[in-house]
């Protein structure tokens, strides 16, 4: 059936891979996960936030995790949400201009556990950046926003995504260029009247792993995006 055939809402989904398309406005409450894009506090942070031992978050302004004006850039974003085995806590932040770097967080404290910086991502100077890490099987998926955001319906952000079997990388895309040198396998770009998907997120609900991103519509007006992500037989992921 076409899920949007009784709501309006022909500009507002993004087909499935096969079969029918399916409506955001269709998918069940416990989908429908809002957030913003910009602001003092990203939904990342507030996400991240929650999933810090009891008290870290009375802490949060006890001291800086790391600065910004000795040689690094301010624009950091992305909370990992999702802990890698060995319970170690990571921030990944993206600088737009210098590439995606990781660090070790205490977890005792909530302040950087060492004054080691890993680059896991980078273009040369191209823009990157919203990185986000996911754990599926026996891979870390590192998904990042390629190119710019934030220009309506002339945005050309796209979701990139790379893997690694260790928390800190090396991560690889596809065809096997590292991300630190510009690679990255394409998951979701412009289609349609889906204009600059970027800023993404991934969850697991009940029975599929969920892509959630922000687009925007024709006439400029920034959306929210929701997809179920499947994992083709060489587990690199895909949306429908």
């Given at each position: 059936?076409?899920?949007c055939a009784d709501?309006?809402?022909?500009?507002?989904?993004?087909?499935?891979?096969?079969?029918?398309?399916?409506?955001?406005?269709?998918?069940?409450?416990?989908?429908?996960?809002?957030?913003?894009?910009?602001?003092?506090?990203?939904?990342?942070?507030?996400?991240?936030?929650?999933?810090?031992?009891?008290?870290?978050?009375?802490?949060?302004?006890?001291?800086?995790?790391?600065?910004?004006?000795?040689?690094?850039?301010?624009?950091?974003?992305?909370?990992?949400?999702?802990?890698?085995?060995?319970?170690?806590?990571?921030?990944?932040?993206?600088?737009?201009?210098?590439?995606?770097?990781?660090?070790?967080?205490?977890?005792?404290?909530?302040?950087?556990?060492?004054?080691?910086?890993?680059?896991?991502?980078?273009?040369?100077?191209?823009?990157?950046?919203?990185?986000?890490?996911?754990?599926?099987?026996?891979?870390?998926?590192?998904?990042?926003?390629?190119?710019?955001?934030c220009r309506g319906?002339?945005?050309?952000?796209?979701?990139?995504?790379?893997?690694?079997?260790?928390?800190?990388?090396?991560?690889?895309?596809?065809?096997?260029?590292?991300?630190?040198?510009?690679?990255?396998?394409?998951?979701?770009?412009?289609?349609?009247?889906?204009?600059?998907?970027?800023?993404?997120?991934?969850?697991?609900?009940?029975?599929?792993?969920?892509?959630?991103?922000?687009?925007?519509a024709d006439d400029?007006?920034?959306?929210?995006?929701?997809?179920?992500?499947?994992?083709?037989?060489?587990?690199?992921?895909?949306?429908?």
């Amino acid at each position: 059936m076409d899920g949007c055939a009784d709501h309006g809402c022909p500009d507002d989904r993004v087909p499935r891979r096969a079969g029918p398309p399916r409506c955001r406005r269709d998918l069940p409450e416990s989908r429908k996960r809002h957030r913003r894009h910009r602001g003092t506090r990203s939904v990342h942070d507030q996400a991240a936030e929650r999933r810090l031992p009891r008290g870290l978050h009375r802490r949060r302004h006890r001291a800086q995790v790391l600065p910004g004006p000795h040689g690094l850039p301010q624009h950091r974003r992305g909370l990992p949400r999702r802990r890698p085995l060995d319970l170690r806590l990571h921030q990944a932040f993206g600088s737009f201009w210098s590439g995606i770097k990781l660090i070790a967080i205490n977890p005792s404290t909530g302040l950087r556990a060492d004054n080691s910086i890993v680059s896991i991502a980078g273009r040369g100077g191209g823009p990157i950046e919203a990185p986000f890490i996911f754990r599926h099987g026996a891979y870390y998926y590192l998904y990042v926003s390629f190119d710019y955001c934030c220009r309506g319906a002339s945005s050309n952000y796209r979701i990139m995504v790379g893997r690694s079997t260790s928390v800190t990388g090396p991560y690889y895309d596809r065809n096997g260029v590292a991300m630190t040198s510009g690679g990255g396998t394409e998951l979701l770009a412009s289609h349609g009247s889906i204009h600059g998907p970027g800023g993404e997120g991934v969850f697991t609900d009940t029975d599929h792993d969920i892509l959630d991103y922000h687009y925007y519509a024709d006439d400029g007006t920034p959306q929210l995006g929701i997809n179920w992500l499947g994992y083709d037989s060489a587990g690199w992921p895909y949306v429908f």
